[in-house]
């Protein structure tokens, strides 16, 4: 196990250094990229100060090998546009993208379980129907546009939860507020990802219910439920955490979409208005933080396999 860690962590150092070659390379070289910030009007002593500023007048390898040794220490550059370090913009923005994500992740999960549970044991019957439904929907309906419908019914029109942002004004230590104001964004955004739950649940279970071991459990009369909990699920839990896995990776990129749609300030918004201003630190501090995220879950998932399943060893 112990030289199953060091190697996965060895590929996850290895993936984030090409994430961050790749990123810093397109960004500096591509067209429109930080040399365009430059304001032509001013003088060129000024121009050539502001070119020193932000390390534009050294070769871009030269730049991206400064980059990455202040990135190891932590120093992921200054913002152009806010002039804050961009490590505490991250860590400014990070806590509600996580509870957004994490609040999605539940319910997702939660609900893509059991509606798959249900189709699974009710194959070809009105349940099965109804559940094939609601995830195919989940699948065809665009995040934007199910979160302005949601905006308008139950903002506008109902007015039972508010429209946008993370807190009402003055109200910052009430946390009822705040999980008023989380309903909306964690909802669409986990409608989104519930229907992968949905169907990989209602196939793991399927292959599971056919099995010898369950039929065997059947034989000796034991309650259904029992057999689901102790024999179905247990199984069937490999390939769903796998899903939950990769799901949780995708949170990110939705939330872009989401934390736009609903004026969610999160890194997802962040994100959003660094690439509207042009700020290249911005940019590359949450490209970053998204691949450390993804290798991080990746390394999560891989254990959690041999703590579901103790047939599955890492050597």
Same mark, same amino acid.
């Given at each position: 196990m112990t030289q199953f860690l060091v190697r996965r962590l060895a590929q996850g150092a290895v993936v984030l250094f090409l994430v961050s070659l790749m990123t810093?390379? %397109?960004?500096?070289?591509?067209? /429109?990229?930080?040399?365009? +910030?430059?304001?032509?009007?001013?003088?060129?002593a000024e121009r050539n100060a502001?070119?020193?500023?932000y390390g534009l007048d050294k070769p871009v390898h030269e730049r991206y090998v400064s980059w990455l040794a202040g990135a190891v220490k932590g120093d992921l550059g200054t913002s152009i546009n806010q002039g804050l370090p961009v490590s505490? %913009?991250?860590?400014?923005?990070? /806590?509600?993208?996580?509870? +957004?994500?994490?609040s999605a992740l539940i319910l997702a999960a939660g609900f893509g379980i059991v509606l798959g549970i249900v189709a699974a044991l009710n194959p070809n019957r009105w349940p099965d129907h109804l559940v094939s439904t609601v995830a195919t929907l989940g699948m065809s309906v665009p995040n934007f546009w199910l979160g302005i419908i949601a905006i308008i019914v139950f903002a506008v029109e109902l007015r039972w939860l508010p429209a946008s942002g993370i807190v009402s004004i003055g109200r910052s230590?009430?946390?009822?507020d705040r999980l008023r104001h989380l309903v909306l964004p964690a909802s669409v955004l986990a409608f989104g990802l519930m229907p992968n739950v949905i169907r990989v649940t209602r196939s793991a279970v399927l292959e599971t219910k056919a099995t010898d071991f369950v039929r065997t459990a059947r034989s000796k009369g034991l309650p259904d439920g029992k057999i689901v909990r102790k024999h179905m699920l247990r199984n069937a839990f490999v390939p769903i955490t796998a899903m939950l896995g990769l799901i949780t990776t995708v949170l990110f990129s939705g939330s872009v979409v989401i934390e736009s749609v609903f004026g969610y300030a999160g890194l997802g918004r962040l994100a959003i208005e660094a690439a509207n201003g042009?700020?290249?630190?911005?940019?590359?501090?949450?490209?970053?933080?998204?691949?450390?995220?993804?290798v991080i879950v990746n390394l999560v998932v891989d254990m959690l396999y041999a703590a579901i399943d103790p047939r599955i060893r890492h050597g």
């Open positions: 810093f390379f %397109l960004i500096n070289l591509a067209p /429109g990229g930080p040399s365009s +910030l430059m304001d032509m009007s001013t003088t060129v502001r070119y020193a500023l505490r %913009l991250l860590m400014q923005r990070l /806590g509600a993208t996580v509870i +957004l994500a994490l230590a009430d946390i009822v042009r700020d290249y630190p911005v940019i590359l501090g949450v490209t970053m933080l998204a691949g450390l995220v993804v």
